[in-house]
């Protein structure tokens, strides 16, 4: 089936950096998704991204957070500067048109953990 | 508000035995329901999903979930389950209003026992 792939797997790096999450969404997608998962359970979103810009966020996403697709590439988070409770899994996902009734389909994650 | 809620946090179950792990939605309009499952490591993938018709839905592995408009309810179904089924369940409200929302419940996490 369609795939997301995110890279890197695993990133860690000292509080204060940036850091910066790509997703390779599925190709003909055209809505991109940012979720944070927190204790191996809760998935809180993040944000959602169209035509490059932001649909909706979560007050999770404090000013620290970016989002951009420059040209087509990569789907990125970036955030700057990182804090420790930015540890978690950030899971990257997309969907053809945004609809409700459309399936999301979801990367494998990037586990981020900040020292 | 909008909310889905999955009062299960954890289920543990023999192998072989029947599965239901529990949703309700909170919703005034006609809502998307879907269940994902995210086994360790990965990302979650679609198992079934919701939208109108018949109220009982098939999903993939021999899950179906029961739709119900009175009990505002999702519940996941399965009637004999394998050890390779313990993964997180997550069921999913999704609607529109001036844009498209998901909504997440907290997750059920499943252990299948021999």
């Known amino acids: 089936g369609p795939k997301v792939l995110q890279i890197p797997s695993h990133q860690i790096i000292d509080m204060g950096q940036m850091v910066t999450l790509n997703c390779d969404p599925v190709s003909n997608h055209l809505y991109f998704y940012w979720y944070k998962q927190i204790l191996g359970q809760q998935m809180e979103f993040l944000v959602n991204f169209y035509n490059g810009k932001v649909m909706e966020k979560s007050k999770l996403f404090k000013d620290q957070f970016s989002v951009e697709r420059p040209d087509g590439s990569y789907f990125t988070l970036k955030i700057q500067p990182t804090a420790l409770e930015d540890s978690a899994v950030y899971f990257c996902?997309?969907?053809?048109?945004?609809?409700?009734?459309?399936?999301?389909?979801f990367g494998s994650g990037t586990r981020l953990t900040v020292l | 508000a909008q909310s889905v809620t999955q009062p299960d946090a954890r289920v543990t179950v023999s192998e072989g035995a029947s599965l239901q792990l529990r949703c309700k939605y909170s919703?005034?309009?006609?809502?998307?329901l879907f269940w994902y499952v995210q086994y360790p490591r990965q990302g979650l993938q679609l198992l079934l999903k919701y939208y109108s018709g018949d109220p009982v839905v098939q999903g993939v592995n021999g899950f179906e979930a029961e739709f119900s408009k009175s009990n505002s309810s999702f519940h996941l179904r399965k009637a004999s389950v394998h050890w390779s089924d313990s993964a997180v369940y997550f069921c999913v409200l999704s609607y529109a209003n001036s844009g498209t929302y998901q909504r997440f419940g907290t997750g059920t996490k499943l252990q299948v026992v021999p």
């Open positions: 919703y005034s309009g006609t809502p998307y």
């Open positions: 996902a997309s969907s053809l048109w945004g609809e409700s009734a459309e399936t999301l389909y």
